[in-house]
């Protein structure tokens, strides 16, 4: 099942047709659309640069995601546990947390890590039949070149670029082709002399808990992609959420009460309605207040039916891990 996820919409990209040469094996389903060589060797030239010179990042933007193989690599390092946002994939029912960054500084934390790990030779190549089918598992937009595997002795990385700005936006690992080797009858894969569990063919990912903190946990889309692609925008959905987590910050962030908020945006062609949903002790005196200034500000509306998603934030809580 295609992942569902808000944040992603930032990232999606119009098709262009061109003239290519280098074609690939696209598996069955997956939806590629090329670029042309030119593109491609300006996006791998600016990969290139940036990774043998430590402090050349040219290619980096303001918004960067690191999908779910890697960030369970990345996770424990002290340099991105300041990066507040993290993403949630939801797969079928699994939940895999992935990260993102909304600023150029916290982009370069990742991308260091990265350039820390590439040593010696590399290469950067179009992606196999088996990347793709990884990469196409793991997103909810149609895949557009520039993508790369950066492929060194340890890891083969997967990155993607738009096609305009020549930007990284996305980054991640490919799986390990052990871990889909060797099935066994009870439903697990043997990995390396050791034993990880497996759902449909993927390895189920624990979610962390991460720390108590008070921010947006998770975004809970309720409408399908084509819904959301033909109804809405990127700029209208960042415009909601940028409203809400301003209010949020400012009223929740020295409450010392803990729980959980949701609110629920359906934004219709004439009318939007919002509603509201607490739990655990959460203080309803600022929760009141919440959702007044909420409710007070203007949101857009959608084009023609309804998109409707849910912003969950903690306060002073844990993630859910369930």
């Known amino acids: 099942m295609k992942i569902k996820i ?101 982009s370069k934390k990742i991308w260091d890590e990265v350039k820390k790990e590439v040593y010696g030779k590399f290469q950067i190549r179009k992606a196999n039949e088996d990347e793709l089918k990884y990469y196409w598992s793991t997103i909810s937009f149609d895949i557009e070149e520039p993508l790369f595997v950066l492929q060194t002795e340890n890891h083969l990385y997967i990155l993607n670029s738009l096609k305009k700005s020549m930007k990284l936006f996305w980054l991640d690992e490919i799986p390990n082709k052990n871990a889909y080797h060797n099935p066994i009858d009870n439903g697990t894969y043997k990995t390396n002399g050791t034993f990880k569990t497996y759902q449909n063919g993927n390895e189920v990912y624990i979610t962390d808990k991460g720390n108590k903190e008070t921010k947006l946990e998770k975004v809970i889309l309720l409408s399908s992609d084509p819904e959301l692609q033909a109804n809405s925008s990127v700029e209208d959905m960042k415009s909601v959420m940028e409203k809400t987590n301003k209010i949020f910050e400012s009223l929740f962030k020295n409450s010392k009460n803990e729980g959980k908020v949701m609110v629920q945006f359906e934004l219709g062609e004439k009318k939007n309605e919002i509603q509201f949903a607490v739990k655990d002790d959460l203080d309803l005196e600022i929760m009141k207040e919440f959702e007044k200034q909420v409710n007070k500000e203007k949101y857009p509306n959608s084009k023609k039916g309804t998109v409707k998603f849910q912003l969950i934030y903690k306060v002073n809580s844990y993630n859910d891990t369930e």
């Open 6 to 106: 808000l944040l992603l919409l930032l990232f999606i990209v119009s098709s262009a047709k061109a003239q290519v040469t280098e074609k690939i094996t696209i598996p069955n389903g997956v939806v590629y659309n090329y670029a042309d060589d030119k593109i491609n060797e300006k996006a791998k030239k600016l990969l290139t640069e940036s990774l043998k010179n430590m402090t050349n990042d040219d290619l980096l933007g303001d918004n960067l995601i690191i999908g779910p193989t890697l960030w369970k690599r990345f996770k424990n390092l002290e340099s991105l546990k300041s990066i507040p946002d993290s993403v949630i994939f939801h797969i079928d029912d699994m939940e895999i947390e992935g990260k993102m960054s909304k600023n150029l500084k916290d």
